[in-house]
């Protein structure tokens, strides 16, 4: 059914379709809708859900995993700080292989402290062996959140994974919004078969010490899986259009891309406002496009490849970086084209940290600047006057 | 024979306390349980894969987080309508219970799950190389709080987390030692028959991080309660209820077994810190009562009396 929605709510509305058990969160700014609308449902006997109103972070993400660990559907949700809080338990339930779904509302980390809207809380955790989509707008928020729990459930793939949704831009703007039938996802999703579980009638001991004899080989079984999830992440998006009837594209969205000169490469809100400049440029006759990255771990390099490989010149536009080095993104599609056939010019581009506006000027900037020298991580729309040596 | 719940497939040291005291837990709990594990010398001794102690469900996740991770098993049971059929335990060692730990506990209690915690007290980070922790006792020698010419060892004297814990409202608070077996078992069945959160802190020496002999275990394991200073006690909703009787020795009797406090027999100064030692141990004594009233007031009118004649 249609309705307009702020974001965190159509965030609740979608994991109570999804029928979680147990719910643990701790407040932070942008997240905290998504959670009080949980508790207000559970409150009102609209959730069969145990909402445990944890004492940090660390603790909600330790709840969700031994509510997992004991066979239940789990539910989290966290922003910025409180996910580098999460980190620690984040590896440990990636490496259990225990499913579960968190919400994150990205947000900029501090110092300085900031609470408005980048990416550099989610790709922090990228190695954790936690499968992260992102989303443009807040029905895609809704349908990965469907999405997560089916491939992370996967008994194959035995994952969590984190749905990242930009602060404020998609937690507290409003949009119209297709919730699904109770019965749709019931169909989608069935009923939570978890692969190990703790019981006295069978007693399982999960969390073993491992040793070098041992420990590189599940390390090594974490990876292929993350691998494994690519394929069961495009069968379960061709699943959500027959069930849902309509796209989710299972790693990105090509946007005018087929006969594109230049290319911006970017994932979250961001892609909305690229699509009106390459709209705006395209009538100037300028073949740009866009290719939106939706599915970062695993990280579908061969997918991106094939998408791209016929674009000369490429701007991965991140809203994020591995001080010292570059933007996360664009290191992982330089290594994707490495010693590959077609060698297009790609550049990496920060911009809109911690808020800062971007705006179709910038974007279309960005575009501009392909046509120069090739840049590694150019910082965009900074402020030079106020940088001091 | 009976078969114990935590048995072959562990690696603990010779007379190690900790292996004693899981034992005598997880046997008294039961098979129906459910045991969630802080990182630290009991999860590390017993759970090396492919081989693990334990032959009830078991989960190890990470060093300050059992009481959470516990936090989510009981909403899971309370979910699925299990929770009167399965009993929940969490347990860590005394550094990730007192202090990395703490706020995990802290919420676990304060939120009421039904969950017991057995924090195993060895009184020090021994998983690592005995270093000191919350509930490293006065003037003990540790990798971190070593004597020398300007310190005595550890400065400060143990957090009291049993009292702490206590004022959280907990219905069930206790302090045990495994030198006294029975005394474990009736507490932890007992703990087990209360709903909401229980703790248990359980005495556990550790023969290589206090230097003593093996075969002492159990001797210092009643010694410290002997002398007053680890007090047996009870609390049932916040209030002292039931406490072990000591006739007490003199702290000398168990310091001297072991050498993280050999450096206090070594001269004059060292005896001060034994006599402070001594009033810790007297304070115990006092502030929970555990020299039987009745016979001391007896004794002491009869001193009165004898005083009076002569
Ligand atoms: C976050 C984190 N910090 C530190 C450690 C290192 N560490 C593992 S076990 C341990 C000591 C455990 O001490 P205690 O809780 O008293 O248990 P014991 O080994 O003495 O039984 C430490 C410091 C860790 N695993 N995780
Ligand atoms: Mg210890």
Not at chain 1, 11 to 33: D, E, K, S
Not at chain 2, 22 to 31: I, P, Q, T
Not at chain 2, 102 to 122: P, W
Not at chain 2, 252 to 265: A, N, P, V
Request: with cysteine; aromatic share 8%.
């Amino acid at each position: 059914m249609k309705e307009f929605l702020e974001g965190s709510r159509t965030v609740a509305r979608t994991v109570r379709l999804c029928r979680p058990g147990v719910i643990a969160a701790y407040p932070i700014t942008p997240q905290t809708h998504i959670v009080e609308d949980l508790a207000q449902m559970v409150a009102d006997g609209e959730l069969d859900s145990q909402f445990i109103n944890v004492e940090s972070e660390h603790s909600a993400a330790s709840v969700v995993l031994g509510a997992v660990a004991a066979g239940v559907r789990a539910f989290s949700a966290t922003s910025s700080q409180g996910l580098l809080l999460m980190a620690e338990v984040i590896f440990n339930i990636a490496g259990m292989r225990l499913p579960l779904v968190i919400v994150n509302a990205n947000r900029a980390v501090s110092a300085p402290i900031n609470i408005w809207n980048d990416h550099q809380d989610s790709v922090t955790v990228r190695d954790a062996g936690i499968l992260q989509f992102y989303a443009e707008n807040n029905q895609e928020v809704a349908d990965l959140v469907l999405l997560a729990y089916r491939v992370g459930e996967d008994p194959k793939i035995s994952l969590p994974a984190l749905v990242c949704m930009d602060g404020y831009i998609l937690t507290h703007g409003h949009e119209v919004v297709d919730i699904p039938e109770q019965k749709q996802v019931d169909k989608f999703l069935p009923e939570f078969q978890p692969v190990v579980k703790l019981d006295p009638e069978n007693p399982e001991t999960m969390g073993y010490l491992g040793t070098p004899e041992i420990y590189m080989e599940t390390r090594y079984a974490l990876q292929e899986t993350m691998l494994e999830a690519l394929e069961v992440i495009t069968s379960a998006s061709q699943e959500f259009e027959r069930i849902f009837g309509r796209a989710l594209p299972p790693f990105y969205e090509a946007y005018k891309l087929e006969d594109a000169e230049r290319a911006i490469v970017a994932m979250g809100s961001v892609a909305g406002t690229i699509k009106e400049v390459v709209d705006e440029m395209r009538q100037e006759g300028q073949k740009v496009g866009l290719l939106k990255l939706i599915t970062y771990r695993p990280f579908p390099a061969d997918a991106l490849y094939e998408a791209l490989e016929n674009v000369p010149e490429i701007a991965v536009l991140e809203k994020a970086i591995s001080m010292g080095a570059f933007g996360p993104v664009y290191t992982d599609l330089k290594a994707s084209f490495q010693g590959k056939e077609a060698a297009p010019k790609i550049s990496g581009f920060v911009i809109g940290l911690g808020g800062r506006d971007v705006s179709k000027d910038s974007i279309r900037r960005v575009f501009e600047e392909l046509r120069g020298p090739q840049t590694p991580a150019k910082f965009m729309d900074v402020k030079t006057e106020l940088v001091t040596a | 024979m009976t078969e114990h719940l935590f048995s072959r497939g562990h690696t603990a040291c010779a007379g190690c306390g900790q292996a004693l005291g899981a034992r005598l837990v997880v046997d008294a709990a039961g098979r129906n349980c459910i045991i969630t594990n802080n990182t630290g010398c009991l999860e590390v001794f017993s759970t090396g894969f492919p081989q693990s102690a334990w032959q009830v469900p078991w989960i190890h996740s990470l060093f300050e987080n059992a009481a959470a991770v516990a936090s989510g098993v009981e909403a899971a049971l309370r979910y699925q309508g299990k929770l009167d059929k399965i009993k929940v335990i969490a347990q860590g060692g005394d550094g990730s219970t007192s202090d990395i730990g703490f706020g995990a506990l802290s919420g676990m209690v304060e939120r009421g799950h039904d969950v017991l915690y057995v924090c195993y007290d060895n009184e020090a980070y021994m998983n690592t190389g005995i270093q000191r922790s919350g509930l490293t006792p006065f003037d003990s020698n540790t990798t971190t709080s070593p004597p020398g010419k300007a310190s005595f060892g550890n400065w400060r004297p143990k957090k009291p987390l049993p009292q702490i814990v206590a004022a959280h409202g907990a219905p069930y608070v206790a302090t045990a030692s495994v030198g006294f077996p029975r005394d474990v078992e009736r507490k932890v069945k007992k703990a087990l028959s209360i709903e909401g959160p229980k703790y248990i802190q359980l005495f556990v020496p550790c023969p290589l991080g206090w230097r003593h002999e093996a075969r002492l275990t159990y001797e210092v394991a009643r010694l410290v309660v002997e002398t007053g200073l680890f007090p047996l006690v009870e609390f049932e909703d916040g209030e002292l209820t039931r406490v072990r009787q000591i006739k007490p020795k003199p702290v000398e009797e168990y310091l001297k077994l072991q050498g993280r406090f050999s450096h206090l027999f070594r001269d004059e100064a060292g005896k001060a810190e034994i006599a402070k030692i001594q009033t810790i141990a007297d304070a115990n004594i006092k502030r929970f009562g555990l020299v039987a009233e009745k016979k001391e007031k007896a004794k002491e009118s009869k001193k009165q009396e004898k005083a009076s004649k002569s």
